[in-house]
């Protein structure tokens, strides 16, 4: 069993920067796949990024891809995004979430989830 705790969302402009932490609970974080998704008011929850256990690999979706940045610490059992030039579109609650495989952006091989952290962006 896994337990997922998010933090760092709030309220920023359009350009700003943020970090989101993700806590897991449990000995086995070290060997899962981590994945951050977000979903808006009104639309699907999304991908936006995976790291491997080792944190060697990593992948995101095209919409963030040169702006946001996974990475994790093992040894803290923490995973973190940071976002920078956010953009209104950005806005949503973003969720963690561990995965037992291979990295991935499908949200069906992802098995433990945390209640997610809200960030809005202002234009």
């Known amino acids: 069993q896994v337990q997922l705790v998010e933090s760092g969302g709030g309220l920023v402009q359009a350009g700003d920067s943020l970090r989101l932490s993700c806590v897991a609970s449990?000995?086995?974080?070290?060997?899962?796949?981590m994945g951050w998704f977000r979903q808006a008011p009104g639309k699907e929850r999304e991908f936006v990024a995976s790291?491997?256990?080792?944190?060697?690999?990593?992948y995101y979706a095209d919409s963030v891809k040169g702006r946001f940045t996974i990475s994790r610490d093992n040894a803290k059992n923490t995973v973190y995004l940071r976002m920078n030039s956010l953009k209104p579109e950005d806005t949503a609650v973003y969720y963690c979430?561990?995965?037992?495989?291979?990295?991935?952006?499908?949200?069906?091989?992802?098995?433990?989830w945390g209640q997610g952290t809200q960030v809005t962006v202002s234009s």
């Open positions: 979430a561990a995965a037992p495989g291979s990295p991935s952006d499908r949200k069906s091989d992802y098995r433990y």
């Open positions: 449990g000995r086995v974080f070290s060997s899962y796949t």
């Open positions: 790291i491997s256990w080792t944190g060697g690999r990593t």
